[in-house]
Structure formats: C-alpha cells, structure tokens
C-alpha cells in the first residue's frame, strides 16, 4: 500500500508516533499510528509460514514504514499466548512460533523496543484508548469476525488471568451436541455468532427452506458479509439468519454478564460494521437470558468504530505509552537512545 499524503505532517505535528502490526494467520498487516488513533500509512503482506520468514517480513515492513516517519516503538498484535511479560509468544495455533521470545529477536535488528500483546487484548486496548470501552468501568469487548476474540477490562487495567491467556468466551459451548468447533468440542458461542456462523446458519436455512425466495445461493462462496448485504436488501433468508445470530449473541452475552458482572459490552470485529442488523435483537435476547434482569442494571451494549483496525491501533498505542513511560523490555535502549531515528 502507499502510504498516504498526510503521514509525514502528523509525525512532525503529533509527538512520536508507534508502528502497530496485526500479526495474524493470513496476513500481516502493519501501520504507523499517531496519538490519535489515526492510521497513517500502512502495509499488508501475506503471513509467511516458517518463523525465521515471518520475523524477516516484520523486519522488511518495520524497517519500510520507520524509514517513512519517525516512529518510537512497535506493537505486536498476535493471535497467540503470550507470556506475562509481553516478551515471548508461548503458542499460536496459525503462527510458526513456540516457546518463541520474539521482543528479543526484532528488537536488535531493527533498533526499536518491540511488545507483544494477544490481538484480542490489543483490540481492547484500541477500544479503551479510542472507542466506547473508556466510558466504562469493568468492560468485556467481544470482537466477533471469523470467530470470537474477548477481552476483559477491569478499572482500565487487562484481566489477564493466571496464565495469561486471554477469556476464551468463543467456546463457551452453548449447544448441546451443536456445530463441531475446531477447538475440538461442540456447540461453541463462535459457531453460532460470528461471520463463519452466519453462512453456515444461511446455508442449513437454504437447504431446509429450498422453496423460500432468495438471492442467495447454497455454496461454499456463502461468506458472513455476503449474507450481511443480502440481509440489508431485505432478503428473507439473509434476514432469517441474522436473526438466529442476534439470538445467540444475546445468549452469549447473558452468559459473559452473569460471570463478569460488566457495566459495558464492547461489540468489535469486522461484524460490528452490521451492527444496526442485529444489535437491537440481540439487547433483547440479551436481557430476557441475563440472571435477575428485573433486578439488577444490565450492561450497556455498544459497537465499535475502530472496524479491522482496531488491534493495529491498540498494539501501536499500548507500544507508544510504554514507550513513553520507559516500560522498555530488556535489551533496548533508552527512548532518548532512539528518539534521533
Ligand atoms: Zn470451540
């Protein structure tokens, strides 16, 4: 991508700007973000499989967009375990990293401090920073895309559990013997509320309904944003299955509510965009399924506005405030050591 008109004024303008990277299992998708929250420039490339492959294309796309602006640190967005110490990603599932410290491998080859975070965690540090989770107090962003990613935010500070493991509410199994899950168990929350689940609950709708009107079709093309845009033009089948899906993410959420107790819930992901769908059918589920909802105030639900880039812009911004507060990981210099880049 070329980076836009507008990067080189805000890195004079705004103070030190921070790359944030969203390192997942397709792609990586890498930006410079000011204080703001804005995206100045950013990079896309496709997630290389063998580890040294994938630390020489975060090397070429840190070094591509410090060499545009001037940038103080880096923050990584990874769909993984991470250890407390945001220094080494213990497992991910679609990343060739084990056991890997990867702070400690980047850092010296491209001169700047570099923290890792898990992507749900930085989505919700995006949403804290420069969405609707900073008007609460105990937060639960759910970012529903592909699956669920959670995160819990508790007095402005990351519930990371004890082993650092973000809530994995995704597979909190919420139908008996329902949809086989690749976690290995059935009926989890993301195989009935996320954009697989939606083209999956419009195919068996298709299947089952063949008489039913459409303009959707049975296949393997059927994607959630395909059925989100069929249901905006009112089709019946598209409208059938968001249904279905604002149903269960009341249900879902009833759940994360009565073990959580939030006073906010944070709708994130690429399905935020399609909130106004399902978001007033899901409250509703939402509050009929919530223990002593007569009795207690029930948790605002919002949407976020960050869209895809919200785990950027939380990894980029989590990396700037460490920055500059001087929470450098070991080996780095000091932010002054690096300020003349
Ligand atoms: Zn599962």
């Known amino acids: 991508m070329e980076p836009t008109a507008s990067g080189q004024a805000l890195a004079v303008e705004r ?18 973000v000011d204080s703001d929250g804005r995206v100045a420039d950013s990079i896309s490339v496709v997630t290389p499989r063998e580890a040294r492959a994938l630390e020489d294309a975060l090397v070429s796309a840190i070094e591509a967009l410090a060499g545009r602006h001037q940038v103080a640190s880096v923050g990584l967005a990874v769909a993984g375990f991470i250890s407390r110490e945001q220094d ?18 980047l850092q010296p080859r491209v001169g700047l401090p570099v923290f890792l975070e898990h992507d749900a965690n930085s989505a919700a540090w995006g949403e804290l920073y420069f969405g609707p989770a900073a008007m609460g107090e105990n937060v ?76 959707l079709a049975v296949g393997s093309e059927l994607d959630g944003s395909a059925v989100a845009r069929a249901a905006a033009g009112g089709d019946p089948i598209a409208l059938a299955a968001i249904a279905d899906f604002a149903h269960w993410l009341g249900v879902g959420l009833s759940i994360v509510a009565d ?10 992901g690429g399905v935020a965009a399609s909130a106004p769908l399902f978001l007033e059918d899901a409250r509703r589920s939402y509050a009929g399924m919530v223990t002593g909802a007569g009795h207690r105030r029930l948790a605002r639900i919002r949407c976020s506005e960050l869209g895809p880039n919200a785990a950027l812009i939380g990894a980029a911004e989590m990396a700037r405030r460490k920055w500059a507060l001087a929470e450098l990981p070991a080996g780095t210099a000091a932010p002054d050591q690096l300020s003349d880049r």
Do not use: Q
Request: glycine share 14%; proline share 7%.
């Open 88 to 105: 080494r990603v213990r497992f991910a599932p679609h990343l060739p990293w084990r056991d890997a410290r990867v702070a400690e491998l």
């Open 259 to 268: 073990v959580f107790d939030p006073d906010l819930i944070v709708v994130a």
């Open 15 to 32: 103070g030190p700007l921070a790359i944030g990277i969203d390192v997942g299992g397709t792609n990586l998708r890498a930006g410079v």
């Open 140 to 215: 639960a962003v759910i970012a529903i895309g592909t699956g669920i990613g959670a995160a819990l935010l508790v007095g402005g500070e990351m519930y990371r559990g004890s082993n650092g493991v973000a809530p994995e509410l995704g597979h909190l199994p919420l139908v008996p013997g329902g949809r086989l899950c690749p976690c290995g168990k059935r009926g989890c929350f993301e195989r009935y509320c996320s954009g697989t689940a939606l083209a999956a609950t419009a195919d068996e709708m298709l299947v089952a309904h063949p008489e039913r009107a459409t303009i």
